[in-house]
Nanobody
Framework: QVELVESGGGLVQAGGSRRLSCAPS????????AGWYRQAPGKQRELVAT???????NYADSVKGRFTISRDNFKNMVYLQMNSLKPEDTAVYYC????????????????WGQGTQVTVSS
């Protein structure tokens, strides 16, 4: 089977930068469409950014111009570059992706990562 594994969270000062990474735990699975979501304490999970297999991107208004979602199809990874971080960006960030394997005949399914905490201090 497979899981989505995130990394890159941590504590950062306001105005700083952080890059999150996401990859399947089993390399036979390829990432199709993917996205990053976040959930702050006491709030609902919200969309941050999405990226299609072909590279088309979409962003929440709150992060436009500051965050960049990207992917490396060769490395089979998705990234979220976060710049000009603000205290209100503090949240658990989750990777979401459709994974599948044509070679091993695993039909595409949606998966969620376990989440990685990003804390922005003022």
């Amino acid at each position: 089977q497979v899981e989505l594994v995130e990394s890159g969270g941590g504590l950062v000062q306001a105005g700083g930068s952080r890059r999150l990474s996401c990859a399947p735990s089993n390399s036979i699975f390829s990432i199709n469409d993917a996205g990053w979501y976040r959930q702050a304490p006491g709030k609902q999970r919200e969309l941050v950014a999405t990226i299609s297999r072909g590279g088309s991107t979409n962003y929440a208004d709150s992060v436009k111009g500051r965050f960049t979602i990207s992917r490396d199809n060769f490395k089979n990874m998705v990234y979220l570059q976060m710049n000009s971080l603000k205290p209100e960006d503090t949240a658990v960030y989750y990777c979401n992706a459709v994974l599948g394997s044509v070679t091993y005949r695993y039909s595409p399914r949606e998966y969620w990562g376990q989440g990685t905490q990003v804390t922005v201090s003022s």
